[in-house]
């Protein structure tokens, strides 16, 4: 089984015109096997671009499609009221990948889907997406890069982190069951507690790779979830070790993080929960590689 | 885009925030006719984004002209803690009957606002809140409600401000909040927020990390980009737009996304070397971002091998080395290049690229034998 997406999910992809990001990386989530079943495109409702229908709005393309995701990679100024407009629409899984959305709106629109749409589960912004290798690729992967089965899930905060991980296990011959990129912003929709409850709940996933960065206390408290919640073997890698300290002004984010956010502080807490820390990406796919071989 | 104290003034003058009347100058003749114009007693501060400038000797108090000339000429060039003073603000100097402390920034944690009061300002409030965190009021804020008077007052209350600021450090509040929102800053800090003995509530510092990301509607941010920055490779990395922080060591980095680039300074540590550099070229890179990167790197006299390292996602193999090709057409690289690219159209880079390599321009196919090779290459011993 995979986490949040499947074979038979099916994707609208917000902002389709022949130039968009999400037109390149749609076509490709296709070339994969994704089911792309629609655009949306205010300006170009009721055409078809490569094949695929385009409507004018989010809830049109559910209604005509039964689309049941969303890729979302319109530009900044607008990418937080797309998101807004496919939870509108009752698009349970939102995919957005757009990099450079204000912080602020972030914030808003990630607490008026908690609020208004809880059925909806926001996966980014700024994130690569999500692939099931071999089932469903929405987002940016590039699927050649990993491999299908199992028995190992992904869940990462940078993105060419998330490729070197699926990378590194292929090259070793170990299959995944879905890797999912949370994105780097300050408000992440989908957090590393949640995709590890995902996975600890999969069947088919027996360990999971967590790929962390400083900054931010998301790999501390997911630390705390995985010494009360995890029973499944961890591998983490948190990167940073060798930055400076941010150039910091004002003291508000220290008093509210604390000693947290540094990578050392990071690995501390993990290998305190049961995680085996690799210090570079590659003793990660070293590392799992040994604990897939003793399953 | 952290701004300096007067920049911050002047941002939360346009939010309505009462500050001080002061003036920026960059010369002891500027300072005393500020000074002349604000009306004396002034302050004259050191405008540096570092902690500790009082303590350093970069704030001073002037009765008349001749102090103002005396400070402005002692702490114009002075360097606080590795910032060399370029510019002072001068500001009527303020009666001071209490100072208090005031933020607002966000939790990201609990993902929402999270504003913080105490009645102990004008100190190190990190020492406040490890010492005594009950001194300091928190109340978490919900992006889609807003800040609302009664959650002001909660927060003033909370915090034991004097009865007679309440009423102004709530106003004072609502004011910083928009321009925490509205302003769409990461960070908004005054410290000390200060009562004076006539009962007004003011600002007499600005702390304000502005979003980058939020620029795109905010074309009045244009104004704060005009001091230079201390490094002048991050100073051309930002003219250039480019995600840049300096290091001390010999091997030049660029690599696509954050965590990549922190990897590979990691890793280039692990195996024996230094970094030159952070670069994160950035998930929608392209020829010209390649170019400019490599231009950066190679204004840095340290740098000894240049390390590429490419992982395709939106970044294209074939934009990659099309951006190197482009570069070493229109700069002379100073250092030998090892690149490791792959990914998204990684073959199609590795054919635009096997043109160009030489002794000087090596492939390598994993990050730990491009570190090393990059290592190597910079006359150091790879573990």
């Given at each position: 089984?995979?986490?949040?997406?499947?074979?038979?999910?099916?994707?609208?992809?917000?902002?389709?015109?022949?130039?968009?990001?999400?037109?390149?990386?749609?076509?490709?989530?296709?070339?994969?096997?994704?089911?792309?079943?629609?655009?949306?495109?205010?300006?170009?409702?009721?055409?078809?671009?490569?094949?695929?229908?385009?409507?004018?709005?989010?809830?049109?393309?559910?209604?005509?499609?039964?689309?049941?995701?969303?890729?979302?990679?319109?530009?900044?100024?607008?990418?937080?009221?797309?998101?807004?407009?496919?939870?509108?629409?009752?698009?349970?899984?939102?995919?957005?990948?757009?990099?450079?959305?204000?912080?602020?709106?972030?914030?808003?629109?990630?607490?008026?889907?908690?609020?208004?749409?809880?059925?909806?589960?926001?996966?980014?912004?700024?994130?690569?997406?999500?692939?099931?290798?071999?089932?469903?690729?929405?987002?940016?992967?590039?699927?050649?890069?990993?491999?299908?089965?199992?028995?190992?899930?992904?869940?990462?905060?940078?993105?060419?982190?998330?490729?070197q991980?699926?990378y590194e296990?292929?090259q070793?011959?170990?299959?995944?069951?879905?890797?999912?990129?949370?994105?780097?912003?300050?408000?992440?929709?989908?957090?590393?507690?949640?995709?590890?409850?995902?996975?600890?709940?999969?069947?088919?996933?027996?360990?999971?790779?967590?790929?962390?960065?400083?900054?931010?206390?998301?790999?501390?408290?997911?630390?705390?979830?995985?010494?009360?919640?995890?029973?499944?073997?961890?591998?983490?890698?948190?990167?940073?070790?060798?930055?400076?300290?941010?150039?910091?002004?004002?003291?508000?984010?220290?008093?509210?993080?604390?000693?947290?956010?540094?990578?050392?502080?990071?690995?501390?807490?993990?290998?305190?929960?049961?995680?085996?820390?690799?210090?570079?990406p590659t003793?990660?796919?070293?590392?799992?590689?040994?604990?897939?071989?003793?399953? | 885009?952290?701004?300096?104290?007067?920049?911050?003034?002047?941002?939360?003058?346009?939010?309505?925030?009462?500050?001080?009347?002061?003036?920026?100058?960059?010369?002891?003749?500027?300072?005393?006719?500020?000074?002349?114009?604000?009306?004396?007693?002034?302050?004259?501060?050191?405008?540096?984004?570092?902690?500790?400038?009082?303590?350093?000797?970069?704030?001073?108090?002037?009765?008349?002209?001749?102090?103002?000339?005396?400070?402005?000429?002692?702490?114009?060039?002075?360097?606080?803690?590795?910032?060399?003073?370029?510019?002072?603000?001068?500001?009527?100097?303020?009666?001071?009957?209490?100072?208090?402390?005031?933020?607002?920034?966000?939790?990201?944690?609990?993902?929402?606002?999270?504003?913080?009061?105490?009645?102990?300002?004008?100190?190190?409030?990190?020492?406040?809140?490890?010492?005594?965190?009950?001194?300091?009021?928190?109340?978490?804020?919900?992006?889609?409600?807003?800040?609302?008077?009664?959650?002001?007052?909660?927060?003033?209350?909370?915090?034991?401000?004097?009865?007679?600021?309440?009423?102004?450090?709530?106003?004072?509040?609502?004011?910083?909040?928009?321009?925490?929102?509205?302003?769409?800053?990461?960070?908004?800090?005054?410290?000390?927020?200060?009562?004076?003995?006539?009962?007004?509530?003011?600002?007499?510092?600005?702390?304000?990390?502005?979003?980058?990301?939020?620029?795109?509607?905010?074309?009045?941010?244009?104004?704060?980009?005009?001091?230079?920055?201390?490094?002048?490779?991050?100073?051309?990395?930002?003219?250039?737009?480019?995600?840049?922080?300096?290091?001390?060591?010999?091997?030049?980095?660029?690599?696509?996304?954050?965590?990549?680039?922190?990897?590979?300074?990691?890793v280039?540590?692990?195996?024996?070397?230094?970094?030159?550099?952070?670069?994160?070229?950035?998930?929608?890179?392209?020829?010209?971002?390649?170019?400019?990167?490599?231009?950066?790197?190679?204004?840095?006299?340290?740098?000894?091998?240049?390390?590429?390292n490419?992982?395709?996602?939106?970044?294209?193999?074939?934009?990659?080395?099309?951006?190197?090709?482009?570069?070493?057409?229109?700069?002379?690289?100073?250092?030998?290049?090892?690149?490791r690219?792959d990914?998204?159209?990684?073959?199609?880079?590795?054919?635009?690229?096997?043109?160009?390599?030489?002794?000087?321009?090596?492939?390598r196919p994993t990050m730990l034998d491009a570190a090393r090779?990059?290592?190597?290459?910079?006359?150091?011993?790879?573990?």
């Amino acid at each position: 089984m995979s986490i949040f997406v499947d074979e038979t999910t099916k994707v609208v992809i917000q902002g389709l015109s022949p130039t968009s990001q999400g037109f390149f990386h749609g076509m490709r989530n296709r070339a994969y096997g994704t089911k792309v079943v629609a655009g949306t495109n205010p300006k170009r409702g009721g055409t078809e671009i490569e094949g695929v229908p385009v409507f004018a709005t989010v809830k049109e393309a559910v209604e005509a499609t039964g689309a049941n995701a969303a890729f979302n990679s319109v530009p900044p100024p607008f990418a937080a009221d797309a998101v807004i407009e496919a939870a509108e629409a009752g698009v349970p899984f939102i995919v957005c990948i757009t990099e450079g959305i204000p912080a602020h709106d972030e914030a808003r629109a990630y607490n008026r889907l908690k609020r208004d749409f809880s059925a909806s589960r926001l996966l980014g912004p700024n994130c690569p997406g999500i692939i099931s290798p071999g089932r469903c690729n929405i987002g940016i992967t590039a699927g050649e890069i990993a491999k299908p089965g199992g028995p190992v899930g992904i869940v990462s905060r940078s993105g060419t982190l998330t490729y070197q991980a699926l990378y590194e296990l292929k090259q070793k011959g170990i299959g995944v069951t879905t890797c999912v990129g949370i994105g780097g912003d300050p408000v992440p929709g989908t957090s590393f507690i949640d995709c590890l409850a995902e996975f600890q709940a999969d069947p088919e996933t027996k360990a999971v790779i967590m790929i962390g960065e400083i900054g931010g206390s998301a790999e501390e408290e997911a630390a705390a979830y995985i010494a009360e919640h995890v029973d499944k073997p961890v591998v983490a890698y948190v990167a940073g070790v060798t930055a400076p300290p941010g150039k910091r002004m004002g003291h508000a984010g220290a008093i509210v993080s604390g000693s947290k956010g540094t990578a050392k502080a990071k690995m501390e807490a993990l290998a305190a929960a049961g995680a085996t820390v690799a210090v570079n990406p590659t003793e990660a796919g070293e590392l799992m590689a040994g604990m897939v071989a003793s399953l | 885009m952290d701004l300096f104290e007067y920049q911050g003034k002047q941002y939360f003058a346009r939010f309505g925030i009462p500050v001080s009347p002061g003036g920026v100058a960059d010369t002891p003749e500027e300072a005393v006719a500020r000074a002349d114009e604000v009306g004396y007693p002034v302050v004259v501060k050191a405008q540096v984004q570092v902690g500790g400038r009082g303590k350093a000797g970069g704030i001073k108090l002037a009765a008349d002209a001749a102090e103002v000339l005396a400070h402005a000429r002692a702490i114009l060039g002075m360097d606080i803690r590795g910032h060399i003073v370029r510019r002072l603000w001068i500001e009527h100097a303020s009666e001071i009957a209490r100072e208090y402390y005031a933020s607002f920034t966000l939790d990201r944690s609990a993902k929402l606002h999270l504003g913080m009061v105490s009645a102990r300002g004008g100190v190190d409030i990190e020492q406040v809140a490890a010492e005594d965190p009950d001194a300091i009021a928190r109340l978490h804020v919900d992006p889609t409600e807003g800040l609302t008077k009664s959650g002001g007052r909660q927060l003033v209350e909370q915090a034991g401000l004097d009865p007679e600021a309440r009423d102004g450090a709530v106003d004072l509040l609502l004011k910083l909040y928009s321009c925490y929102v509205d302003g769409d800053a990461d960070l908004v800090e005054v410290n000390p927020l200060i009562l004076t003995p006539e009962g007004r509530v003011h600002a007499l510092d600005a702390k304000v990390t502005l979003d980058d990301s939020a620029s795109f509607r905010h074309p009045e941010w244009d104004e704060f980009r005009t001091l230079e920055g201390d490094d002048p490779r991050e100073t051309l990395a930002k003219q250039k737009g480019l995600q840049y922080v300096g290091l001390d060591g010999e091997v030049g980095i660029i690599a696509n996304g954050a965590g990549l680039a922190m990897s590979t300074c990691d890793v280039v540590n692990q195996v024996g070397g230094q970094p030159a550099n952070f670069l994160d070229i950035g998930g929608g890179a392209n020829a010209e971002v390649m170019a400019n990167a490599l231009e950066v790197i190679n204004t840095d006299e340290k740098v000894r091998s240049i390390f590429i390292n490419v992982f395709g996602g939106i970044t294209r193999g074939e934009e990659v080395a099309n951006g190197i090709v482009q570069a070493l057409q229109r700069v002379d690289i100073g250092a030998p290049i090892v690149i490791r690219l792959d990914g998204t159209n990684a073959e199609q880079g590795r054919e635009i690229l096997k043109g160009l390599e030489s002794e000087r321009f090596v492939s390598r196919p994993t990050m730990l034998d491009a570190a090393r090779t990059a290592v190597a290459l910079a006359g150091g011993a790879p573990r």
